[in-house]
């Protein structure tokens, strides 16, 4: 199970930390997704991590002002935003691939089978 956290409201150029805890097994052999989807629109790709943590890939809308990485020992992947738009606006969730050690990063949902519940970001102008 997935677990996110870390969401609220905050203001346009702020920051926030998403953290992403897992329980009762571990996610350690497989890369680990961030998705968002706003009001009315479709879930969008936002980052993703490699099992190992060494490669990452993000959207080209949050290049720059976001960072993914992961722990673990803590069996937990934190999203860090920075620089948060209003367009950033959404409800944020953490996704498990459905491959063990993959060395692609895959950037659509069906790739990944493991969701959490989602934690949901607001970001006022």
């Known amino acids: 199970q997935l677990q996110a956290s870390g969401g609220g409201l905050v203001q346009a150029g702020g920051s926030l930390r998403l953290s992403c805890a897992a329980s009762g097994r571990t996610f350690s052999p497989n890369n680990m997704g961030w998705f968002r989807q706003a009001p009315g629109k479709e879930r969008e790709f936002v980052a993703a991590?490699?099992?190992?943590?060494?490669?990452?890939d993000y959207a080209a809308s949050v290049k720059g002002r976001f960072t993914t990485s992961r722990d673990n020992a803590k069996n937990t992947v934190y999203l860090q935003m920075n620089s948060l738009k209003p367009e950033d606006t959404a409800v944020y969730y953490c996704?498990?691939?459905?491959?063990?050690?993959?060395?692609?990063?895959?950037?659509?949902?069906?790739?990944?089978?493991?969701w959490g519940q989602g934690t949901k970001v607001t970001v006022s102008s």
């Open positions: 991590i490699t099992w190992s943590g060494r490669s990452t």
């Open positions: 996704a498990a691939d459905r491959r063990n050690f993959a060395s692609a990063i895959a950037t659509i949902a069906t790739q990944y089978n493991y």
